[in-house]
């Protein structure tokens, strides 16, 4: 019995001392020490922090299945944007690569067509002209088109002198472009200006659809996520209930108890999201030599754009915000349930 | 520090488990709550811990009206007693430190301080040899100490045990009750829900004895045993 009387002995005055006044004592010591609580409240997060890492880690398997399941979903909405980004940089390089191409006149002589083309060449929107006489036109043309002996009967060349027109590379709208070959098709000089502009904008609106589809398997797959990582918190709140009617009882309050609950969402989300980014890298590494075949056979150095900071940073963060808030809404919904009885 | 005036408490389902109970138990008392099983022990206690609330009537403790606590303010309120209960309820999966501590940490104490104080009420309990085992290895004897120490640990002024000793043997219920006896003694206020009277009887304190939700006897134990012949 000795363990009871020293025990007694060391339980401080605090005990003779009536509430009120503990009370107010109390209340400034903590006055005193704000710093001091201000570290405790950090250290705590910071403990839970690496608690509920160090809880996931001695499960492995099912928060590998758990955070799979995000990473997964993270991943195909961030892989078609990607893909998109891709396409819209292989677009971008056709695009820039458009011609414009002016048949001129017949009226106009070599020398007149020189002079247009020089003065072209001062405008801000073109890039370059390439001027091709009505002789290298034709030269080229029975080369290429194996009517060359159909074109040596005619007597006159009927082909037209044409300016090869390349436009500057910021043109990034078609419209703009759509506008210059209109300017130019206006010059008496020009017979006709002709630019093959609707498989570009064609390949625009096929763009802005993908884009908007990502956009809703985004929010689908970001639902799917907050359910997932929602349920797997409401069964770990089920599997401690009795801790949590413990805590309540010694008077822990709702924030201390949803702590690390929240965390763990954050963990889920942050690890699903390096899932994620780890599914991307291995599908872009698979997919990239095919693409550089294809681009070969294109005669385009294209090379497929990995997984850039933007992405990341993005995949990161708003896998760990979806933890985090699905965490928050199953903690939100079940903790109120559980009350001691 | 704990007083009831005519409070009543009938659950949804239309038991009447307290009727009308006017009672105080006075700061630094010892006080045994006794009765049959269904006689409403159980509702006092939860009543006390604000676990539940009265249907009618007024409970104040510790100079706080419990009708004005609010749910957020609950977990506070409770900071101000420690429980200590039948089935110990201890966490399984954390050692016997954390079970400890876990007040402390509740309460946001510093961990150089946390440290000092569990390993301190260990000693004391004489459990500091197992400061790193886990619960489950322990007896029912020592599971309860652990539980104790808990309850005490950030040094409540009121002191509730629902049946303390029901699992444990003769022995070692007398040196339970004689530690919150030893409790009671430097000022705690101790509120014990049992009903082994012959250790209640050794003790020579005042007993609260409820009858079917009615208060039957507050007093000493003697004048029931008068009254029971």
Redesign the interface.
Known sequence: ?Q??????R???K???I???E?GGRRSTRRGISIK??L???L??HVQTFFYTLGQLSSRPFSTFMTTAVIGIALSLPAGLNLLLKNGQEVLQGWNSATQISLFLTQKINSKEAQGLASKLRKMPEIASVEYISKESALAEFSQHSGFGEALDALEHNPLPAVLLITPKNNQEQPGKIAALVERLGKRSEVDIAQLDMEWVERLFALMAIGERGVLILSGLLAIAVLLVVGNTIRLAIQNRR??I??????????S?IRRPFLYTGFWYGLLGGLIALLLLELSLTLLAEPVRDVAALYHSSFQLQGVDLQTLVILLGLGSFLGYFGSWIAVGRHLREI??? | MIRFTEVSKRYSNGHEALSRISLHLP?GDMAFLTGHSGAGKSTLM?LV?L?ERPTNGQVVI??QNLSKVKR?GI??????MG?IFQDH???F?RTVFDNVA??L???????KEIGRLVR??L????LLSKEKVYPITLSGGEQQRVGIA?A?IH?P?LLLADEPTGNLDPDLSR?IM??FE??N????TVLIASHDLDLIRELEKPIIKLEQGYLAHHGAIDAVDRVNG
């Open positions: 019995m363990w009871i009387e020293s025990m007694v060391d339980l401080d605090d005990m003779m009536n509430p009120s503990r001091g609580w570290n405790n409240y250290l705590r009795d801790e009617v413990i805590t309540k009882l010694i008077g822990a309050t709702d201390f009350e001691p009885c | 700061v939860k811990a676990i510790n100079g957020g977990p506070h309120f409770r900071r101000n429980i309820r201890l966490l999966d876990l007040p940490i509740i309460a946001g104490h510093g961990r301190a009420a000693d004391k309990v004489g808990r005490v040094k002024s040196e004689h530690l030893e409790f003694r430097v000022g705690v």
